[in-house]
């Protein structure tokens, strides 16, 4: 495993070292030490490395991702997988605003709780929360998976495209067109794969699914009130 | 953007170290809000005399004889300790109004930050390390403070400018957003008798949270009403004599990050303000609730 200490040696050099890394790369196994809530730690990358990284973060931690496994061994800032491509992010703690907005690929695991705006405008990123979301999440969200093992905050999925929704606890309120509908046989096979995937023991049953009611997709001037 | 750093100690054995934590934590802060920055740090009370901070851009003409005028003034003893651009004078504190009424009329470009049994505001326009440098922050101790890095939004990049905002004895207020409604407010707070002294949003939200504290209202209830009545954007963090407390706008778009040891109650913008802290390894961290208030007091 390559050790690279963040605080000794700064961010530059490490995003433009695993960036480096291509396909046919025999430096597979990275650590980041002394990460100390710096922002923009291994962004772009684009090669099936694993880097883990001992601390917390802080803005847009693995944003762009394409193929890496990146492991947060605590909690990170607003944007977390912003925009990521392919590959997984897991993050051990909490995760601020807008994780995995506009992703379009790949796995965000957080195993804490996510604040609000988490998977705003996703567009094809898998999203599991183990604990808890805040308000505004899946805002626009147009293709993907947001699965929350607790609660959702206020406005869940408002102005929902075609991202499935599947939350465990209670839903504070659901946003403009977004509603519930029922689980059928391939929701719960997707859910089995999602929830074993994030390491969680939820049980695909327990789960409630939301959706679009696709009644905002055109201007009606009879909703004028609703957009 | 503007950045915010808060520390409420609870270990008395901490507060000898509290201005060298604070500044630390607002310098990793500089790039939020590289124009002014500010700190108010809540010292020791002695009981006897209240507190006014003083700021003057001509401190040398300013500060000579002010101690002999305020107190030929106000007759009664007067002490006045300097730090670069500003000076705490020590006033009787029956007498804090009078030393107002006092300053105003002897020393027209004298700047009154704050008054009060323990806080002192310091704040200029630079960059944090050097408004840090400059008044020595970092050997300043006291139970708790509060610090802001600013970029600015709503008014000019000046001493005036700058947080933290005092309107009332020993309260202080940072911010990091801005209010679309200050104007309207300014307006209905000057009608009702609040001191407000620049055209910054922010010194409205802090003379709202006066006013509702004198027409009766906790510092937590003030803050519960400022969710109704201020409109825009905000993450504040407030100080009382005794007191530290957070609160969101509904909308959360400001980040903010609190800790909570057996030892203090931190808060910093981002978590990056935080890492210096003793033992913060195994502080709680977490993302205040948007339209929630936090409070701790001594």
Known sequence: MLTYDLEADGLRGLNSSLQRQTIDTNQNNWEVVNPKGSHAIAVG???EIEVTVRGSTGYYCGGMNQQALIHVEGSVGPGVAENMMSGVIIVDGDASQYAGATGHGGLLVVK???????????KGIDIVVHGNIGHMSAFMAQAGNLVVCGDAGEALGDSLYEARLFV????????????????????TALLQDLLERAESDAKPADFKRYGSARQLYNFDVDRNMTY | MCGIVGLFLKDKLLEPKLGGLLTEMLITMTDRGPDSAGIAIYGSDNGVDSKLTIQSDQADRDFATLVTDVSREIGSD??????????????????????????????????????GDAIEIYKEVGLP????????????????GIGHTRMATESAVTTDGAHPFSTGPDQCLVHNGSLSNHNNLRRKLCREGIRIESANDTEVGAAYLTWKMQEG???????????????????FVVGTKDGFGVVRDPIACKPAVLAETDQYVAFGSEYRALVGLPRIESARVWEPEPATVYFWSH
């Open chain 1, 112 to 122: 804490g709780n996510a604040s609000s705006r988490c998977g705003i405008s996703m």
């Open chain 1, 168 to 187: 465990r606890g209670s839903v504070k309120s659901l946003g403009a067109d977004c509603i519930e509908k029922g689980i059928r046989p391939e929701h």
């Open chain 2, 129 to 144: 390390k050097d408004v840090a440098q400059r008044f020595q922050l970092s050997t300043m101790s006291g139970s708790h």
């Open chain 2, 78 to 115: 007067v002490t006045l300790q300097r730090n670069d651009t500003h000076a705490v004078l020590g006033v009787a504190s029956d007498k804090t109004e009078l030393a107002r009424e006092a300053i105003a009329k002897l020393r027209a470009d004298v700047r009154i930050m704050s008054d």
């Open chain 2, 217 to 235: 209202a906790t510092l937590g209830e003030a803050l519960e009403a400022s969710l109704e009545d201020l409109d825009g954007f905000f993450t």
């Open chain 1, 45 to 47: 990358l684009n090669a």
